[in-house]
């Protein structure tokens, strides 16, 4: 046997028998579940046991007995302290699925304890406590992430490509859309009754749903709102102070009006986004884009596009793929979560005072 074969073998051996490393010390990530009180935690417990190269090993919640259901599924320890958490070396990362209201407490800890941080949307209670989060991760260097994930679904990826590439010409107008039947239906009357008290969760539906379509619109244009203003209701009043939908309108700074609408309150949402610009137009219905441009070749708009790049994770599976390891993975920023949360507390201040409100802007800007 020559030298050269003995090498191949032993090379050949080797990669056989060596176990892919999940972390510098070939084990899991180690993370924490910090509040259980959002909508959407079953769906990330669910995610996270599908998960082999993370592992929740301590849970925390202000409800004792939220906190012990969400760790026995985990197979976590239950933290009695939250002290336990931010003085753990071996936990790399925090999930943040509390109440809204307890946002600042936990994010800026959690940044301050060099925890890589996720925290479900919206960031802050309004502009100040959101660019405070802002702040503090910035100055602490580490990870975010939220959970605005319409922006992965490969329609929005490909409208995101279309506007950068000038198949829109000059865009004069956008409007967003998303509601669902959460009031009709009693969605949030007894686990999530938090979620429909705007002293925990900051806002009522029309904040609560419109941030997502917010989200995309801002992304999208990628330039400042200058000034907004909105009309909320009660609607069926299910919801004691709680508005259970809105219709919003913003001009950004070179005067495109965009216009939101969100609400709890609709038993189907046809529309979910339209664009109008000088040289093309697209309208989302239905889970369907038409796309029309008289730059691309095809885009008559009588029918629906199908011709879409691929799409993205889940931001929440992003955020995972991020704290292990993964090269090249897209985040949304501390600043984009704080932004939207100030625009949205405009539209509440406009909505409140019947007047058009200024966009309140990080110090310094």
Same mark, same amino acid.
């Given at each position: ?7 191949? %073998?032993?090379?050949? %051996? ?6 892919? &490393? ?19 935690? /079953?769906? %990330? $417990? ?16 202000? =409800?004792?007995?939220? &906190? ?43 940044? *301050? ?7 479900? !949307? /919206? ?15 910035? +100055? ?13 679904? /490969? ?41 429909? =008290? ?9 904040? +609560? ?29 299910? #919801? ?29 949402? /046809? ?35 199908? *011709? ?8 929440? =599976?992003? %955020?995972?793929?991020?704290? @292990?390891? !993964? ?5 949304? @920023?501390?600043?984009?979560?704080? #932004?939207?949360?100030? $625009? ?13 409100? =200024? ?7």
């Amino acid at each position: 046997m020559t030298t050269f074969t003995i090498l191949v %073998f032993c090379l050949a %051996f080797t990669m056989l028998f060596t176990v892919p &490393a999940r972390g510098a010390e070939g084990s899991p990530t180690e993370i924490a579940l910090v509040g259980c009180a959002h909508i959407h935690t /079953p769906d %990330f $417990v669910n995610r996270l046991k599908k998960r082999q190269d993370v592992k929740v090993v301590s849970v925390w919640d202000h =409800d004792a007995e939220r &906190a012990k259901r969400n760790a026995q599924e985990l197979g976590a320890v239950v933290a009695e302290d939250l002290n336990q958490i931010w003085a753990d070396k071996r936990i790399k990362a925090v999930i943040i699925c509390s109440e809204t209201v307890r946002h600042l407490e936990l994010v800026t800890a959690a940044a *301050k304890a060099k925890k890589q941080i996720y925290a479900e !949307k /919206p960031i802050g209670i309004g502009a100040k406590d959101a660019y405070a989060m802002s702040d503090a991760i910035a +100055d602490n260097g580490v990870l975010f992430q939220t959970g605005y994930f319409m922006r992965g679904d /490969p329609k929005l990826q490909f409208l995101k490509e279309q506007i950068a590439k000038g198949a829109f010409g000059k865009i004069t107008r956008i409007r967003g859309c998303n509601a669902h039947e959460g009031a009709l239906g009693g969605w949030f009357d007894k686990d999530w009754r938090w979620m429909a =008290d705007p002293k925990r969760s900051g806002v009522g539906a029309f904040g +609560d749903l419109g941030t997502h379509s917010l989200d995309l619109m801002l992304w999208l244009m990628d330039r400042p709102v200058k000034r907004v203003t909105a009309a909320t209701s009660m609607g069926t009043a299910r #919801y004691e102070n709680c508005d259970e939908l809105g219709e919003g309108i913003l001009v950004f700074e070179d005067g495109t009006i965009g216009t939101l609408a969100a609400g709890w309150d609709d038993l189907s949402n /046809p529309v979910s986004l339209e664009i109008a610009g000088t040289e093309g137009h697209a309208t989302i219905m239905n889970g369907q884009l038409f796309f029309q441009s008289k730059n691309v070749e095809g885009a008559d708009g009588k029918h629906p596009w199908t *011709k879409l790049p691929a799409g993205q994770a889940h931001p929440f =599976d992003r %955020f995972l793929d991020a704290i @292990t390891g !993964k090269p090249d993975v897209t985040l949304i @920023t501390a600043h984009e979560a704080a #932004y939207r949360s100030a $625009v949205m507390d405009a539209l509440y201040e406009g909505a409140k005072n019947q007047k058009w409100a =200024d966009v309140q802007q990080p110090a310094g800007k």
